[in-house]
């Protein structure tokens, strides 16, 4: 039988936009990239075949179809909110902390600290979740996320983990040929127009939207990465990558460790925050 639902993903979307009527600030709440937002607004308008949003002028705003929507929408997401608050697996005083996050930084962060974090923290049971999809703190059953963006998202407590810093990197064997490869792009706005146009490999830009497919472009030797430093510094420590003679790039986004700010595992977030610190 043909579902009569659209896709779950986009209708969470949808919510976000709605409420914020700002992609970009729907996309931080969500902890995705701005164009994953409007891939998912695309889907959710083409099931419902209707515009959902006016988005000219610099402004966004719901069309008829849209506020009809949202007057449906919300007020079920708002009644999910509730009954899993009621029925979520935290119980008080429980050794488990789940800690929620994107493929990348799992891979290349957690997985590599996670004999310190444990031995850090012998009184918690650690549990990762990653995934690509839209994440909402408030209607997820995890004591804390790990974002990247600028820091500042509603009721929510952020700390930083690492600056924001781009490395240029390469395979090993690639790093005097480097200019003629190709740029590996991870961002809407592009980050190679921050380093210096005589240092920058001229070869054809290719663009990524996740950061564990670009870091993997970038280690089989597909180009060359201007990636986080956080999530490359294993991969330059065990030599599979390789920094080039090209300056850190500032950047205003970075990955933070975020919970409720009314959460009761503060104490719990705070102490599993300084345990993957010091690790980096």
Not at 79 to 98: C, D, N, T
Not at 129 to 138: E, G, K, M, N, Q
Not at 151 to 167: C, F, R, V
Not at 223 to 232: A, D, Q, S, T
Request: net charge neutral.
């Amino acid at each position: 039988m043909q579902t009569r639902l659209p896709p779950l993903n986009a209708v969470r979307v949808f919510d976000a936009c709605a409420r914020h009527l700002n992609f970009t600030r729907a996309a931080e709440e969500l902890s995705v990239s701005h164009s994953a937002v409007s891939k998912q607004i695309a889907v959710l308008e083409d099931f419902v075949g209707e515009r959902l949003f006016d988005r000219s002028g610099g402004r966004v705003t719901l069309t008829e179809e849209g506020r009809r929507l949202r007057d449906v929408v919300s007020p079920a997401f708002s009644q999910l909110e509730r009954a899993f608050i009621e029925h979520r697996r935290e119980r008080p005083g429980s050794r488990v902390l789940r800690v929620a996050t994107v493929a990348s930084l799992a891979a290349h962060v957690l997985v590599p600290a996670y004999a310190a974090l444990t031995s850090a923290l012998p009184d918690l049971d650690l549990e990762i979740a990653t995934s690509d999809r839209p994440l909402d703190l408030s209607r997820e059953a995890v004591d804390l996320a790990i974002r990247f963006g600028r820091g500042s998202w509603p009721g929510l407590h952020a700390t930083e983990l690492a600056p924001g810093k781009l490395t240029a990197v390469v395979r090993p064997d690639l790093t005097s040929s480097y200019k003629s490869l190709p740029r590996l792009q991870t961002f809407a706005a592009d980050e190679w127009s921050h380093v210096d146009r005589d240092l920058r490999p001229t070869g054809a830009v290719i663009g990524f939207e996740h950061f564990v497919v670009a870091i993997e472009a970038a280690r089989t030797g597909t180009g060359v990465g201007l990636l986080p430093n956080i999530l490359v510094r294993q991969l330059l420590h065990s030599e599979q990558l390789v920094d080039l003679p090209i300056a850190d790039v500032d950047w205003p986004d970075t990955f933070y460790v975020v919970s409720h700010q009314s959460s009761r595992r503060q104490k719990d977030v705070a102490a599993f925050t300084a345990a993957l610190q010091a690790t980096l």
